[in-house]
């Protein structure tokens, strides 16, 4: 396969006004949820990236009727908890992590079998974490050595579970309630404590299809057996794609940039809180309630930024947003530390070390810790990046280019596709002298 690279020519400032693509987390759960819910769901503003377009294609292959996404508008003829059918082959989730461990759960209360594959990178991330509490409940999840995909899932009843999740993530917490729809209401609650607030995209949209779940403190608790009805889904842009833009209107001297009607959930905002709180002028505004997510329009003017030690507590609310946030820190006055962001080592890629090998090819001053990093402000210069197939490192890279001193390539960024289709287009939009060849 031909390799896709971005290369960026130094400067240059952003400027508009522009709605970056879907949200990834709420996309794949309209899919999700709608398929098993009574009735019709309909959805407008649906990502139409790799990733959320495999749960589409796996939700076919179980037997959905979906209709095909144009302008972000799709419906899904939901099928109840209980219509979903055996699929003729492996279910492949290509990069998509969400898809993968989310399906997990609802697959693991199905009476029938099912096998989930991925690309090299999703075969090499660690499923234990799933695999382990559905089995707690009953499942019979297979996984290769190591923990891995190929996952074979088998039939069996499942049992409701009080279970301390080890780490903040929403994906085993997510997983772990689509199981729990498939326990008997009889045989009591599912009880989820998080170690730490995680996204909960998830919880909301279960409300917002009709099922009872409540929130206690840090602890989640369903119990199977009811129903979800089709609803309507108005998908916000998605914060996780907007961070780069926050960030390169932050570093490039004279931007000012518009973001309109992106998702502001506060398990979602802490790229927003860090960046603030290195200097960045970022404001809201038209802030209201969409379908249970709060939305706004944010817009972000340049700012000096200076260094920071990155609260503990903001780390799981900006999980996706550290490629982008090293940018910052590389463009800002003084020393940034981060730790506690282990996680960030088992992602699409390793992000702390893809992301500073990049750091060091620009010249920036970095100490790589097992759980973080320690990154000191500087001059960027140019040269050759290795994304590894990680989308949010290549587009990371890609904004650094407006305060580079040389260009930079990007090699490897084949990827963006899964979460942000266009966004070389609406980068070159509002500014960002960027060229995308196969070579
Ligand atoms: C996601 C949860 C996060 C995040 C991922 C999307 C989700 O993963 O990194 O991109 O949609 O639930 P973890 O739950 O592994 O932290």
Do not use: W
């Amino acid at each position: 396969m031909n390799d896709l690279v971005f290369t960026i020519q130094p400067g240059g400032l952003l400027e508009g006004d522009i709605r970056v693509p879907g949200d990834k987390s709420i996309s794949h759960r309209s899919i999700i949820l709608g398929a098993i819910a009574q009735g019709t769901t309909s959805v407008e503003g649906f990502l139409e990236g790799e990733d959320s377009l495999a749960t589409l294609r796996a939700f076919r292959d179980l037997g959905v009727t979906i209709n095909d996404v144009t302008n972000g508008n799709t419906e899904i003829q939901g099928v109840g908890l209980h219509g979903l059918t055996e699929p003729v082959g492996p279910l492949d989730l290509g990069n998509s992590g969400t898809a993968m461990r989310l399906m997990c759960g609802l697959l693991a209360g199905q009476s029938f079998p099912s096998v989930l594959i991925g690309d090299d990178s999703l075969s090499n991330r660690p499923m234990g974490r799933v695999a382990e509490p559905l089995n707690a409940m009953g499942a019979d999840v297979r996984l290769q050595a190591g923990g891995l995909a190929p996952i074979e899932i088998l039939p069996s009843r499942l049992q409701p579970v009080d279970y301390a999740m080890p780490v903040a993530s929403a994906q085993i917490k997510s997983c772990l309630l689509l199981a729990a729809l498939y326990t008997n209401q009889s045989d009591g609650q599912t009880v989820i404590t998080e170690p730490a607030p995680c996204r909960d995209h998830t919880e909301r949209m279960l409300r917002g299809f009709g099922y009872e779940i409540s929130t206690e403190g840090s602890s989640i608790s369903m119990s199977g057996g009811g129903t979800l009805t089709g609803c309507h889904i108005d998908v916000p842009a998605d914060i996780s794609s907007a961070a780069f833009y926050m960030v390169g209107a932050s570093i490039a001297k004279g931007s000012d940039l518009m973001l309109r009607h992106v998702g502001i959930n506060p398990t979602r905002t802490g790229v927003i809180n860090i960046l603030q709180e290195m200097g960045a002028d970022i404001t809201f505004e038209n802030k209201q309630i969409v379908g249970g997510e709060p939305v706004a329009d944010i817009r972000v003017r340049y700012a000096p930024l200076k260094g920071i030690n990155i609260p503990a507590e903001q780390v799981p609310l900006a999980i996706d947003e550290f490629p982008a946030l090293f940018i910052a820190a590389s463009c800002a006055q003084g020393t940034t530390v981060l730790s506690g962001a282990e996680e960030l080592r088992v992602k699409e890629s390793d992000r702390i070390q893809v992301m500073a090998d990049g750091l060091a090819q620009l010249g920036i001053s970095h100490d790589v810790r097992p759980d973080g990093i320690v990154i000191e402000g500087g001059k960027l210069g140019g040269g050759e990046i290795h994304s590894h197939g990680d989308h949010r490192i290549a587009m990371a890279f890609a904004m650094a280019g407006l305060r580079a001193e040389q260009p930079i390539r990007i090699l490897d960024c084949e990827n963006v596709a899964t979460s942000f289709p266009g966004f070389s287009d609406l980068a070159g939009k509002t500014g960002l002298s960027m060229k995308v060849s196969e070579e």
